[in-house]
């Protein structure tokens, strides 16, 4: 501690007995024990003498290391973050509608929900996708659909976002294709593919394959990217979901951190030049609603990434160490009772990840703890960006909450717990280990059920749910899907399968299966069995048949 | 000593949200049931015959995926294919109100929807299991 800090220190002291001692003997606080939304303790207030900063070491300046400012050297005030509402329902046409209303409102880039068959490797007339046809997302069975989905998109002008994991390569393979057909080359695409199966185990559930092989497909993916789509961010290594499935903050950015690096030691171990596809890879996080310890989460995880990158794994481009990310509202803070509420809700986690750094944003919709969002709910979401973005004065400066002794504070904290989840894991033998033991599953239910306890107890309010609650109607309105796509898909998948070159899909398939059970990268069997219109179930049935399918030990 | 009242838990479809069916298992466990949890991806006729094996008083079923029409009824009738008519299907997720008039027609006893204390469904079971 320095002088400074001494003397603070002191006065401190002095200040407590002189006043607070007092004050609490009249009015005793509201609690015993203050804490953030995570559970860390928070203190009365917090001064120069609570909190350690290095200005140069530990903080820096935009673009430089660690990068705890921001990663690029002026933020905001050169570019707005990406705007990208995460959208897709039913079909490949209706949601085509959907990004262009997206488009045409301000979105400048587009974010591709596709629905639970996709994302498992199903194609929609299969017995498994019986009643999940268009309902979270978009059904793509084959390129045909991709070719709808983009119909009237420039896919050299728009950047694209798809949440896809165990079926990442197909997917990317299909907007390969069909950018080829634009005449746009792979080198000009610019977007991510989600592509983390670690949190799939670990708290998502769109699997299929086991580890080995699923981290197979992902190295042969960078290799593949590095060299043909070098604008692509092939990973977004997320802890959206860890955090949605019930984790606190730092568990959020230890558990991504620590699968983010076994993704680096992976692709390493495979030959793989970190400095090669380090520069792709790209991060996802939740802003949740505790609008300090989110600020404060951001930041963390961005000093964190940075001093594993550089001293730990020993990356020498800088790009390799700076953590980019994308950002969503979290969901599950959402309540389906008082509706309205949520606008709020989303505004303060909006403003956390923007005075948090944030690349890129999706906001949620007032309506999605009921059902899909309707158009306009969607639009009252999308204009929650543009206020951050044009009103606040946010996005005017470059990360604004520095210096504050409490985020600084919070910052540290966060840091050092998440760096211990990091170690732990390491000392497992990295996320797969980690996972496949149930231990990353285990912390998070634990902090899952405390959550709900404190609910239930109303040790912790939420507003309209367990406290101010109000008689309400059911809401009217909510968006459905047609019952009728898996039909139409159905009879889709048949016209495709009528009019391709049957012989020229099987020879890409068994191609394919050649390259599986060997070592060869699985990139350009994959993309030439999409470019014959072998279906999605086709290709990924090719895979599982060799690399077989994961089967979970559940616990609760 | 009373019998303990047994549930299965169970994931319906494709849907991977298990945040939910976790917390709910865990609360009835702490609630003196004994429960036994499917894990993710169970169709309504691996459901079925899971609750028949297990010989439970209860199929809770958590589903947000908005698949619920189709597979909360199907695994219903899952169960009353194989004679097991006497079991309590309860329901909970992001289910929409207009929904559920037609589940419970379709045999489905009750539906939990957002923002429902555990107690409630705790207390839903206790009252019903034997009717």
Redesign the interface.
């Known amino acids: 501690m320095s002088d400074d800090q001494k003397t603070i220190a002191q006065d401190k002291e002095r200040w407590y007995k002189a006043q607070v001692e007092k004050t609490l003997a009249r009015f005793p606080e509201r609690k015993e024990q203050f804490t953030t939304n995570s559970g860390m303790p928070v203190d009365r207030v917090y001064t120069p003498a609570d909190v350690n900063v290095n200005y140069t070491g530990d903080l820096g300046f935009p673009g430089e290391f660690p990068f705890t400012r921001g990663v690029q050297p002026t933020m905001y005030r050169g570019r707005f973050w990406t705007m990208r509402q995460y959208a897709g329902f039913g079909t490949a046409e209706e949601s085509n509608a959907r990004y262009k209303y997206l488009l045409n409102a301000g979105q400048s880039g587009l974010s591709v929900a596709f629905d639970?068959?996709t994302?498992?490797g199903?194609d929609s007339d299969s017995?498994?996708?019986?009643?999940?046809v268009g309902?979270?997302g978009v059904a793509i069975d084959s390129l045909a659909d991709m070719e709808i989905l983009f119909d009237g998109i420039p896919l050299d002008k728009v950047s694209t976002s798809m949440t896809i994991n165990a079926p990442a390569s197909v997917l990317l393979a299909m907007y390969i294709a069909v950018a080829e057909k634009q005449g746009v080359p792979s080198t000009k695409l610019a977007g991510t593919i989600q592509n983390d199966i670690l949190k799939?185990y670990a708290a998502?559930?769109?699997y299929i394959y086991p580890p080995a092989p699923s981290m197979r497909l992902i190295n042969d993916i960078f290799a593949f990217c590095a060299e043909k789509v070098p604008n692509w961010n092939t990973i977004s290594i997320s802890g959206y979901h860890i955090r949605?499935?019930?984790s606190t903050a730092a568990q959020e950015v230890g558990f991504t951190l620590a699968n983010g690096l076994s993704y680096v030691r992976a692709a390493m171990a495979a030959g793989l030049d970190v400095d090669t596809f380090a520069p792709q890879l790209s991060f996802f996080f939740n802003a949740h609603n505790d609008f300090f310890e989110e600020v404060a989460k951001f930041r963390a995880a961005r000093r964190l990434w940075a001093k594993i990158m550089k001293e730990e794994v020993g990356a020498k481009n800088p790009k390799s160490w700076m953590l980019r990310f994308h950002t969503q509202t979290g969901g599950?803070t959402l309540?389906?009772?008082q509706p309205m509420n949520n606008i709020v809700r989303v505004a303060l986690q909006a403003f956390a990840a923007v005075c948090g750094g944030t690349q890129s944003l999706h906001t949620n919709s007032m309506d999605e703890?009921?059902?899909?969002p309707t158009e306009q709910s969607v639009m009252v979401a999308l204009r929650t960006q543009q206020i951050i973005a044009y009103e606040s004065g946010a996005a005017e400066t470059i990360d604004p909450l520095a210096g504050s002794y409490y985020v600084e504070s919070l910052t540290n904290t966060i840091e050092a717990e998440a760096r211990a989840y990091i170690d732990r894991i390491i000392g497992m033998g990295g996320s797969v280990k980690a996972i496949e033991t149930g231990y990353m599953q285990r912390e998070i239910?634990d902090s899952?059920?405390r959550h709900?306890r404190q609910?239930?107890s109303g040790e912790r309010v939420?507003v309209g749910?367990?406290k101010f609650q109000t008689k309400e109607d059911?809401?009217k309105n909510?968006l459905r899907?047609d019952?009728s796509v898996q039909a139409s898909q159905a009879e889709k998948i048949k016209a495709v399968k009528a009019r391709r070159d049957n012989a020229a899909v099987a020879a890409a398939l068994a191609e394919l299966r050649i390259a599986a059970q060997g070592t060869a990268n699985l990139m350009p069997p994959i993309l030439a069995a999409v470019k014959s219109y072998a279906t999605l179930q086709e290709i990924c049935d090719v895979m599982r048949d060799v690399f077989g399918e994961y089967r979970?030990s559940?616990?609760? | 000593m009373e019998k303990k009242i047994r549930v299965l838990?169970a994931k319906p479809?494709?849907?991977?949200?298990?945040?939910g069916?976790?917390?709910v298992?865990?609360?009835f466990?702490d609630a003196g049931f004994e429960?036994i949890?499917?894990?993710?991806?169970q169709?309504p006729e691996q459901i079925a015959e899971a609750a028949l094996q297990e010989d439970v008083n209860v199929v809770a079923l958590s589903i947000l995926?908005?698949?619920h029409?189709?597979?909360l009824p199907?695994t219903v009738l899952a169960l009353k294919e194989r004679g097991m008519d006497d079991v309590l299907v309860v329901g909970g997720g992001?289910i929409?109100?207009?929904d559920i008039p037609g589940l419970k027609s379709a045999g489905v006893a009750e539906v939990f929807?957002?923002?429902t204390?555990?107690?409630t469904a705790v207390e839903y079971i206790r009252s019903h299991v034997g009717e």
Not at chain 2, 13 to 19: A, I, K, M, N, P
Not at chain 2, 37 to 41: E, I, N, S
């Open positions: 639970l068959p994302q498992i199903y017995p498994m996708a019986e009643g999940e309902k979270v799939e998502r559930g769109t949605e499935a019930g599950s309540t389906a009772q703890a009921l059902a899909l239910q899952a059920y709900q609910v239930e939420i749910m367990n059911a809401p909510l899907v019952m979970p559940e616990e609760f | 838990v479809g494709l849907d991977g949200h298990d945040r069916a976790k917390v298992a865990r609360a466990r429960v949890y499917t894990g993710l991806r169709t995926s908005g698949a029409n189709t597979l199907r992001v929409p109100a207009e929807t957002p923002g204390p555990t107690g």
